[in-house]
Antibody, heavy 121, light 108 residues
């Protein structure tokens, strides 16, 4: 059974940093593109970043480019999102998401329950 | 960036009625469209991928259609557990991947 368990969220001041983690199990982690999607309070879903399985190629939304870094440790079956220089508009529930099939990107078949990031002074 | 516009914003229905949700893309995306159901306190759930294929475990009352710029999600007979927000999402021109603004299906 696929499981994705996010952690690392919290309350942080503007300009601060956090490292989000997603522990994965129940599938061959290294074969799949993994993605972070977020939802701000009362708003819709927003794609944040993705990382390929094998070569670790990374892709970012313009809104986070240069501030967020997605990475993975295939030996630990763990996905990360380093979030720096946080702004109030980054306040959101951050979901870890697994793609539907191997080596494709953009069909989000399985979602974790999310970790909340709140940016406030 | 491809913009997805969903309509209506809110759909008020009684159980047993048919639901028709629309998603329009700002340019052609072929069939690379997915639909998700999102209930409060739960993660989104993939319903339909590549415009018309039901995801694993999704009931047959959910169906998707369309290609190019116009897509439809149909719930043939709405069940009480179907009241939720529904999002479309494209992966054709996938940088960036984009979602529609959502349609809320509420109890009439």
């Amino acid at each position: 059974e696929v499981e994705l368990l996010e952690s690392g969220g919290g309350l942080v001041q503007p300009g601060g940093s956090l490292r989000l983690s997603c522990a994965a199990s129940g599938f061959t982690f290294s074969n799949y593109v993994m993605t972070w999607v977020r939802q701000a309070p009362g708003k819709g879903l927003e794609w944040v970043a993705s990382i390929s399985g094998a070569d670790g190629s990374t892709y970012y939304a313009d809104s986070v480019q240069g501030r967020f870094t997605v990475s993975r440790d295939n030996s630990k079956n763990t996905l990360y999102l380093q979030v720096n220089n946080l702004r109030a508009e980054d306040t959101a529930l951050y979901y870890c998401v697994k793609d539907r099939v191997v080596a494709t990107i953009g069909t989000f078949a399985f979602w974790g329950h999310g970790t909340m990031v709140t940016v406030s002074s | 960036e491809i913009v997805l516009t969903q309509s209506p914003a809110t759909l008020s229905l009684s159980p047993g009625e048919r639901a028709t949700l629309s998603c329009r893309a700002s340019q052609s995306i072929g069939s690379f469209l997915a639909w998700y159901q999102h209930k409060p306190g739960q993660p989104p759930r993939l319903l339909i991928y590549d415009a018309s294929y039901r995801a694993t475990g999704i009931p047959a009352r959910f169906s998707g259609s369309g290609s190019g710029t116009d897509f439809t999600l149909t719930i043939s007979s709405v069940e009480p557990e179907d009241f939720a927000v529904y999002y479309c999402q494209q992966r054709n021109n996938w940088l960036p991947l984009t979602f529609g603004g959502g349609t809320k299906v509420e109890i009439k």
